[in-house]
Structures are given as structure tokens and as C-alpha cells.
């Protein structure tokens, strides 16, 4: 006998409506507390200085004004700060890129699950672990104070994130085709090249994003060895605070620049991301 057909609402049936609903109010309870921080950063940004030190509270600015956004961008150089990020964060993405994917490969088809191991534990191991002898390094070779020690620091949070990330998804492709371009005269270089980096590019992407994200936050390295001129985005906006007068519209404007691009990059390339997890890119060896 055939059951009775469920209630629809539109294409989705009752059942299938209630368990969105139950995972919508699971997530929105889940994220509260980080909505709750980001749209209060929001607010702060938008209101007049009174407004932000006023008791109670007032959450939603009756007058929104973009002034501590003006503020910031006249009268600090948020924009010098900003291009820094970019060097260090980018370039040190590109370089775990140029690095990381030949290893991964090498490692994965090697099955040396003990460099993977290990590339694991120094992605774990907290960078303080190395701040001490890098100081030491860079202050003998002069370049404390300059982009070129925070750029390279980050490697050791950049290139780890894209080894292991490949390591997982070269061994996830099909070996027959690795095979039978060997078979039709490839070079192990070729290979890899024209037949394994093109099946890679999900984990190419996520690694790559992972990486940046990663370098993009760091705020240690960035402490220790920038100099004035040279600070990253988050050394700048903890240098805001000061012991005398915190100035919370500014401050919040800056930690809206600070995590503007991250958030840019996550909704545009959210699909590859995804996609790259889905598809083996955090399976490890």
C-alpha cells in the first residue's frame, strides 16, 4: 500500500524543510558569538567617537559616518601597512607554491609517510619555537627591520600548509594516467607538469588560499622583526592600541581593512575551496 504523500512547500517537502531549518538555527547558534564580535567591529566603525564610549550601548548608529575611515586612511599609513601585507603574504604564498608542489608530489609518490609526518609537526610546532635563533640569524645578516626576515619567517606557516595539503591530493589522482603518459615518453618532470599540477589545481588553490590567510593573520614574525616602515596589517592595528586613549572607531575601521581582503577572497573563490576539500586536498599522508 502506498504511503501518504508528504506535505510540500514549494519544491522541497516538509521533511526536508524542517531539517534546513534545524541546520539554519544549529549554524546560527554555532556562529553567534563570531557574528556578535564582527557586526559590533562594524558598528564601532560607523559611529561618532561619543557614540562608541556612550552607556548602554548603542548598537546600531543612529547617524552612520564613514569618518574613522577617513581618519585612518589621512592620518596613519595604513595604505604603506597594507602593501606590506601584501608582499610578505603574497610572496611567501608563491614561494610555499613554488616549493610545496614539487614536494608534495615527490613525497606522495615516494610514499614517505614519515615527511609527512613531519611536515605536519612543524606546521603544529608554535612559531615562537623558532623566534629566538631567527632573530639571532637575521640580526647578524642586518635585516631586522626590514620586509625580507617577515617574509621568510612565514614559510615556515606557508610552505607546511602546501606540502601537506598536495601530499593528500597527488595521492588521490588516478595512477593509470601517470602511467600511460610515461608510457607515451614522458619525463617524470613532464608528468607532473602536463598531467599531475593540471588534476592538482583544487589543492593548488586551496593550499594557496590556506597559506595566504595564514600569512595574512600572523601577527608574531611581524612583531619581532618589522621596523617602522615595515609593519604587516596586524601589527599595525595592535600598535593603535596605546596606554593612554584607545580611539575605538579608528581601531574598529582598521580591523575592517585588516580583514576585508580575506573575506573578498573566501566568498569569490568559495566554490574551488570546496572543491579542493572535497576532492582529497586535506587527506594527508
Not at 52 to 80: G, H, K, Q, W
Not at 147 to 164: A, D, E, M, R, S
Request: charged content about 10%.
Amino acid at each position: 500500500m502506498a504511503g501518504a504523500p508528504s506535505r510540500r512547500f514549494g519544491p522541497i517537502s516538509f521533511a526536508q524543510l524542517r531539517e534546513h531549518l534545524a541546520l539554519g538555527f544549529a549554524l546560527l547558534v554555532l556562529m553567534a558569538p563570531v557574528l556578535f564580535v564582527f557586526l559590533w567591529v562594524i558598528s564601532l566603525s560607523l559611529k561618532q567617537e561619543i557614540d562608541n564610549t556612550a552607556y548602554p550601548p548603542v548598537f546600531i548608529p543612529s547617524d552612520p559616518t564613514l569618518d574613522n575611515f577617513r581618519t585612518l586612511f589621512n592620518e596613519t599609513p595604513i595604505l604603506l601597512y597594507f602593501w606590506n601585507s601584501v608582499l610578505v603574504s603574497g610572496g611567501a604564498t608563491l614561494a610555499a607554491l613554488i616549493l610545496g608542489v614539487p614536494a608534495g608530489y615527490g613525497i606522495a609518490k615516494s610514499k614517505a609517510h614519515g615527511l609527512a609526518v613531519l611536515m605536519l609537526i612543524s606546521r603544529l610546532t608554535p612559531g615562537l619555537s623558532y623566534l629566538i635563533p631567527l632573530f639571532a640569524l637575521f640580526q647578524a645578516l642586518g635585516l631586522v627591520g626590514t620586509l625580507w626576515p617577515i617574509g621568510i619567517t612565514h614559510l615556515v606557516i606557508t610552505l607546511p600548509i602546501v606540502i601537506y595539503i598536495m601530499i593528500g591530493y597527488f595521492e588521490t589522482l588516478p595512477a593509470e594516467l601517470e602511467e600511460a603518459a610515461r608510457i607515451d615518453g614522458c619525463s617524470m618532470w613532464q608528468t607532473f607538469w602536463h598531467i599531475a599540477v593540471p588534476l592538482a589545481r583544487p589543492g593548488i588553490v586551496v593550499g594557496a588560499i590556506l597559506s595566504f590567510i595564514y600569512s595574512w593573520n600572523n601577527f608574531v614574525f611581524g612583531a619581532v622583526f618589522a621596523g617602522r616602515t615595515t609593519r604587516t596589517m596586524p601589527v599595525a592595528v595592535y600598535n593603535m592600541l596605546t596606554f593612554e586613549q584607545v580611539s575605538w572607531g579608528p581601531l574598529a575601521a582598521a580591523a575592517i581593512v585588516v580583514m576585508l581582503p580575506v573575506i573578498v577572497l573566501t566568498v569569490v573563490i568559495q566554490k574551488d575551496i570546496v572543491g579542493g576539500l572535497t576532492a582529497g586536498g586535506v587527506k594527508g599522508g
